[in-house]
């Protein structure tokens, strides 16, 4: 009540005293105010406050917002109210109001200007950067679920205001859909380890409440097989269309469960991007010179001493393994070790709806900041549009595999099979295959023992096409022979 009845100059003088930006409308200065007293409020903070409310109210006859002379302050108040940058303009938040360990808060001191011995400096939590997000900007860094007693089920309260900025940016954004923003202020949670970025994880019995509604937090991935736990999505909670844009104070409160292992809470404003931004993006920065391909393609076709088959040429098909189509888009990561593409498009399409960022290839992961377009593929499917798969040679030149050539073949030659024959319906099997479609001793088939019930799932979930051939089994048909023979 003291910090509400305070003018300006009041709320400047405060906030100057522990170091803090005074610039910024009332409204902002207030809510800065405010969480100084729920986060940061120590005994010199308090006694600084009371101080400012006696001498407004005795000298209320007076001309109101004299400054007053400003105090010293000691080590220990600069050290205290540390860990706020001053070169921020983002609304401050805070969480919890009890147990606030303040040396764990030690940093910097005004300005910068010291910084106190390393070993008070607690490291941060920090959480990865997702490609279908863009931060704009941090409201309340993670920040620890501090139990507050016993019990199972605990609720950890968070205040805030949005700047006239940030509701403008809010305001003016794009719908993605009817109700739904692209800059939004997102809850993020995740466990409390500083040792690397953290990926979002939700605590058990999760609950959030936003003001006086509690909001949609994403549910369970149902299980197609027995015995196998439904999976949950954690990702950022939305919580845009239940705030006030407006100068008003917005209340987060998070319901967790306190079952032993300790989490963190962040709250940021993000503009959410759609798989076809990030694929402009893509085709903006990410494509790979042919000619740097092509230069990759001899390299992995280099004799290799320690390999006992002497491989003259790679085959890789020009059909999608993720949806059994032809290439549009060729991509693959650039720490993937083989050649073989997928179609960008699907793929983003794909971990827009369900993010996992796994190679479709090799199952390694294949984030999106370590995604390249393939120009020389990119060329030879606008030059061979009469092939499903070509093979690349060791010079780095190509050919189309068709199946006239492929009936060609002798059976007697030793064939690198990099690919079952089921891949397009052009690849014939050689003689001496049995029902199950075991290869005779002269052929090297490196792609029996590729499937995985992993893989089994990802199938499983996917759609099939209304070809009437038989489709092409997910990724066994390149991943296990393209390494090997890399």
Not at 130 to 152: A, G, I, M, S, W
Not at 212 to 228: A, F, L, R
Not at 422 to 442: C, M, Q, R, S, Y
Request: charged share 25%.
């Amino acid at each position: 009540n003291m910090v509400m009845s305070f003018r300006v100059s009041d709320l400047q003088m405060l906030l100057g005293f522990v170091g803090r930006s005074k610039s910024g409308l009332k409204h902002e200065l207030v809510t800065r105010a405010l969480q100084l007293v729920q986060f940061d409020c120590s005994p010199e903070v308090f006694k600084k406050i009371k101080e400012l409310y006696e001498t407004r109210y005795a000298k209320k006859s007076s001309e109101a917002g004299q400054p007053q002379p400003q105090q010293h302050r000691s080590p220990e108040a600069l050290s205290i109210h540390s860990s706020y940058d001053r070169g921020s303009t983002v609304a401050r938040t805070s969480i919890s109001t009890t147990n606030i360990d303040y040396p764990a808060l030690y940093g910097k001191y005004l300005n910068g200007l010291g910084r106190l011995p390393p070993k008070v400096v607690k490291p941060e939590v920090r959480l990865v950067k997702l490609p279908f997000y863009t931060t704009l900007d941090e409201l309340l860094k993670p920040t620890e679920l501090v139990p507050q007693n016993n019990e199972k089920l605990q609720e950890s309260p968070c205040i805030f205001a949005l700047t006239p900025r940030q509701v403008e940016l809010i305001r003016n954004s794009r719908e993605l859909q009817p109700g739904v923003k692209s800059v939004q202020v997102v809850l993020r949670i995740c466990y409390t380890d500083t040792s690397s970025p953290q990926e979002d994880q939700y605590p058990p019995n999760i609950a959030v409440k936003v003001n006086h509604s509690y909001c949609s937090v994403p549910g369970y991935y149902p299980s197609n097989k027995p015995g196998v736990e439904p999976k949950r999505p954690c990702r950022p909670i939305n919580l845009t269309h239940l705030m006030y844009l407006s100068a008003a104070t917005n209340r987060i409160t998070v319901t967790w469960g306190n079952y032993g292992k300790s989490y963190s809470v962040g709250l940021y404003l993000v503009r959410q991007m759609t798989s076809a931004e990030l694929l402009q993006r893509l085709k903006t920065i990410g494509i790979k010179h042919p000619e740097l391909c092509k230069a990759l393609v001899k390299e992995k076709l280099r004799l290799d001493p320690d390999s006992e088959i002497a491989t003259t040429g790679v085959r890789v098909s020009l059909i999608c393994p993720l949806v059994k189509m032809r290439l549009s888009v060729p991509c693959r990561a650039e720490t993937c070790a083989h050649l073989q593409c997928f179609d960008a498009v699907f793929y983003l399409q794909m971990n827009e709806k369900k993010p996992t960022w796994m190679c479709p290839v090799c199952d390694k992961p294949a984030p999106y900041d370590q995604l390249i377009i393939d120009g020389l593929l990119s060329k030879i499917l606008t030059e061979c549009e009469d092939a499903d798969e070509i093979e690349y040679l060791v010079d780095g030149s190509w050919c189309p595999i068709r199946a006239e050539k492929e009936r060609s073949c002798s059976p007697q030659c030793p064939i690198l099979v990099l690919g079952s024959s089921d891949v397009n319906g052009l690849l014939p099997t050689p003689n001496g295959n049995g029902e199950n479609g075991k290869a005779t001793a002269d052929v090297v088939d490196l792609t029996l023992d590729s499937s995985s019930s992993e893989e089994e799932e990802e199938e499983d979930e996917e759609e099939d096409d209304d070809d009437d051939g038989p489709q092409p089994k997910r990724r066994c048909s390149y991943e296990k022979g393209l390494v090997s023979a890399c």
